[in-house]
């Protein structure tokens, strides 16, 4: 992959997980208000945004390594 396209993607799920980061925080808020019958929805929010978190940092880490290891 080239340098340009993992930057690229980088950012994509970075701002894809600040989205995820604002309705992360709004369902638990929910689940913790324990006010709603069925908290399924909820769960499956935090879980989704969760697995975007990890494959930004996934992401993130080897494109920081490559760049870096392309510097030396």
């Known amino acids: 992959m080239t ?3 993992l930057i690229g993607i980088s950012l994509a799920l970075g701002v894809i997980a600040i989205v995820g980061l604002f309705f992360s925080v709004l369902s638990l808020l ?3 208000q324990n006010v709603e019958p069925d908290l399924t929805l909820e769960w499956g929010v935090v879980k989704i945004s969760f697995l975007f978190f990890l494959m930004y940092v996934f992401v993130s880490a080897r ?4 760049l870096s290891k392309s510097k030396k």
Do not use: A, M, S
């Not at 494109?63 to 490559?66: H, Y």
């Open 30 to 32: 929910d689940i913790y």
């Open 63 to 66: 494109t920081i390594w490559k």
């Open 3 to 5: 340098y340009k396209k």
